[in-house]
Structure formats: C-alpha cells, structure tokens
C-alpha cells in the first residue's frame, strides 16, 4: 500500500496523500493539474504509471475519446484503495480504459495494444506518483518495453507477410476438409533441417517401421535424398518458395506409399495442388491467424508453431494426434560446425547450383549466418546460434513442459497420451464483409501490410482497404 489517506484540495477536491503525507495532486488545482497534464499528451494508446484519484485519467479520455488507458497501480491494496475515489470509479467502468497492477502489465500490452487503431503509444505518469516511487517506474518501463519488443516483432512479420497470408487464407478455403487422425505407434521421430540430420539418417532408418517419422517441410528433400520417405510432413510458410520444398516429392504409384501432408491454411495454394496431383493426401490446419480461425472454427485442428518455426507445430501435431514419445532430428537451433542446413535442403541445393568461384557456397552460407549477432549455444557444444533460434528452443521447451512432457536429451516423453485429432463442426460461409461487421481484427494482419504503404491512413480506411482485396480474392477463386 503506497497511500495513507486523503486531504481536500482548496477547489474542493479529494485527492490522496502517499505514506510519506505528500500529495498525489496539486492541493490548489488538481483540475486544472489534470487538464495540463492531458493537453501535453498525443492521442493514442497510454500507459498511465500510478491511479490515484483517477482526474488525469477523467481528463485523458475527455481530451482523446478514441484512445485506450492502461493505468497501473503499485498493487492491490492501492488499486483497491483508488476506487474509493469518485472519478476513478467512473473511469473504471469505461471499456477503454483499464486498471491492472505491475504483475499484469506484458499480458495486458499484449492483448490491448494494436498498432493499426493506436498511431502512438505513450508510457507517462503523473511527476508526483513517479517521484514517490522511481523503482516501481522503471520495473513498468522494463516490462512495457518487454511487451514492445514482442509486438513490434510480430507486427514486422504480419508487415512482410499480411497480404500473402490473406491471400492464401481464401484460395486454400475451398479445399479445406475435416480430417481426423490418431497415432498408431507410440514414438514420433521429429525431423527438423539442421546439420544434426545428417548424422541421424541411421538411426531414423532403423526406427522407421517402429516410429512414424513427421518431418518438417524443410527436412522432407533430405530425407527422400537418404531413401526415407517421411510418413507425415508439416508446412507452414506462405512464401512462393516453399513449394520447392515438394519439387521431388515422388508420385504414390511409383513408391506405393501415400504420405499425409498437412499444411497450414495459409502455405501456398501451389503446395496442395502439387500434392494432390502426385497421388499422395494433403489436409489443412489452423495455424492460429485470425481469418483461420473465423472461417473454419473447428473443422480444423488447431496446431501451435510455438515460437513460429514449423518444428514446433510438427510437435504440436504429434501430441495432438497422440505420440508418447517425441524424438528429434536436426532440431539443432544453432550452427554447428558452421552449418546452417542440412544436405539435400532447399538453399543447400540453391547454394551450390549457383556457386562461383568468386561467391561460393560456404560464402553464401557464412553470409545467412552472419546477418544477425552470433553467440555460444551452451546446449549444443557451444555451437554458434541466434536469439532467434534460442527462443525457438525455448518456446518448445516452455511448450512441452505445459504439455507434460519430460525431457531426456533430443526426447520429449509421457507416460499417458490418449489424444486425438477429430474435427466434426461445419466450415462457416465465406462473407467478408459479415466477417469485418462482427471482428475488424480478423483483418489486421493484411492492415499491417497495407499500412507500409499507406501510413497516413487511419483504421478505418485500412481496414476497407483490407475488405477489398478480399473481395477481389473471393471473386476470383469461388468459381
């Protein structure tokens, strides 16, 4: 508890005093203190460190309606303190506005801020609140700028890839099916596109009749390069260049195998069509993009690439479809021995075919791994790795453990795992303009793509923007 009780200002006022007995507000004119403090403020998304009284807040929203206050509080008791007071009452009933204290702050920017309806984001506080308790204000401003960090990653993907997803999203619509599917062996062999795959094929060779083996599209040339036909693939990636990923992919009459493929709504319409062509059973999931998720609710399995890699969504898969046992294969999340990929992968293959003298395949090697900072990986022989590559190992890890797996080495492990994937509920029509009435989110993915050219304009014309190219992409493949 950081306040002690309250005093009245000269204009009336209740306004709190902290233990220390000085005042939150101006004992003169805390109206006036409040507008001031509004007026030097920008319409946006605020941060407001400290409560109190609530009259800086009143006078936020009075100032800017269309914004979103996030107000912190030093804890519970004070939170529950402040709501005593008439204006942080009124506030507190506002939607746009909402009180959490600091244990709360990363989930709350995370799920309140979006970039597309807010143009600014301002972390302040009044000067009186920050002075009575500088460390709690830097404590706020780490975790903020935490919450930041991971939404200003994720907008940067949604940026590059908004419109392809939306695209993809609507063409693969059409041929996506319910399907079900269970684990008939207890171990799943997971095969990523590390280095580390190399050294596996005789182990994945002399497990295959008794594991299934579910690789990640980045894998699956290797493993056909090695003989190995994997009996599951996973994909994932909506750019064009995936599909060569399948350019080999044998033809179910030439090996008398059918592989199951199972491919995120938003791949490549190439992929499926490819795949169904060469005999073999392609099926869709929902990776989790808001237009997936409108459109099939649960005609389709919903499958986690925890951290955003495709070998996470193949362990995803794997324990949703019931697997005890979850080996890994060139799952290295590092570089060792300088490698960034295994043989037989696509960029392996571009590599080299496009190697000269003086631009080599080991340059061109060196140059993916060196575009961003290098450190040791302590769980891999102090390879050299990424943070990126780190927090993909570190999502999976945090995933599994969530899952109740136990860890033992390159194996994740459970005693009991009776899941099944079993998807029975009708796909709904594909209506944009329904779809935008009932959840404008659903499209700010493709509004995060339409606002690198079209800063300027405001939520409201993106998201239009946003329906039309739906619109366009609806018309053209209905038929």
């Not at 619509?173 to 094929?201: H, M, T």
């Amino acid at each position: 508890m950081i306040y002690d009780s309250f005093i009245t200002a000269k204009t009336g006022e209740e306004i709190p005093l902290f233990i220390s007995k000085r005042p939150m507000n101006s004992k003169y004119n805390p109206s006036l203190e409040a507008e001031n403090f509004a007026q030097n403020q920008k319409n946006g998304f605020f941060v407001i460190g400290g409560i109190g009284n609530g009259m800086h807040i009143k006078a936020l929203l009075k100032q800017f309606p269309s914004s979103f206050i996030l107000a912190i509080e030093a804890d519970r008791e004070s939170l529950s303190y402040c709501l005593n007071f008439k204006d942080t009452k009124e506030c507190s009933t506002n939607p746009s506005v909402r009180f959490i204290t600091p244990d709360d702050i990363e989930e709350a920017v995370l799920k309140n801020y979006f970039p597309i309806s807010y143009n600014n984001f301002t972390f302040t506080s009044l000067r009186s609140w920050q002075n009575e308790n500088p460390a709690l204000t830097e404590k706020i401003n780490e975790e903020v700028h935490r919450a930041l960090k991971k939404i200003s990653g994720d907008f940067s993907v949604q940026s590059h890839f908004g419109k392809i997803w939306q695209h993809n999203i609507i063409v693969n619509f059409k041929n996506a099916v319910s399907w079900n599917y269970q684990a008939d062996k207890e171990e799943a062999l997971i095969c990523a596109a590390g280095p580390g795959l190399e050294k596996a094929i005789d182990y994945i060779k002399e497990k295959k009749d008794s594991a299934s083996i579910i690789a990640a599209d980045t894998a699956f040339s290797t493993l056909l390069e090695e003989g190995i036909i994997a009996d599951i693939v996973l994909s994932s990636d909506a750019q064009k260049v995936s599909a060569e990923h399948f350019y080999n992919c044998p033809l179910k009459e030439k090996t008398g195998k059918e592989i199951l493929f199972i491919l995120d709504l938003s791949t490549n319409p190439a992929i499926y069509k490819s795949l169904i062509q060469r005999g073999h059973k392609a099926v869709f999931y929902n990776g989790g993009h808001p237009l997936s998720l409108a459109l099939t609710g649960k005609s389709l399995p919903l499958i986690n690439a925890a951290g955003g890699t495709v070998t996470a969504a193949c362990c995803d898969f794997a324990y949703k479809a019931g697997f005890k046992i979850l080996t890994f294969a060139g799952a290295d999340f590092s570089y060792p021995q300088g490698k960034a990929y295994a043989r037989g992968t696509y960029l392996d293959r571009q590599y080299n075919s496009t190697a000269v003298r003086f631009s080599t395949a080991e340059t061109k090697y060196s140059s993916l791994m060196y575009r961003t900072e290098l450190v040791k990986d302590n769980e891999n022989n102090n390879a050299l790795t990424t943070e990126v590559m780190k927090n993909y190992r570190q999502a999976i890890n945090e995933w599994a453990v969530n899952c109740g797996f136990k860890k033992e080495s390159k194996r994740l492990s459970m005693d009991f795992n009776n899941n099944k994937i079993s998807c029975t509920e009708e796909k709904i029509d594909f209506i944009p303009e329904k779809l935008l009435e009932e959840n404008k989110k659903i499209f700010f993915p493709m509004c995060a793509w339409l606002k690198k050219y079209n800063g300027d304009r405001t939520e409201e014309e993106l998201l239009k923007l946003a329906l039309a190219y739906s619109l366009r992409y609806n018309q053209k493949y209905e038929n």
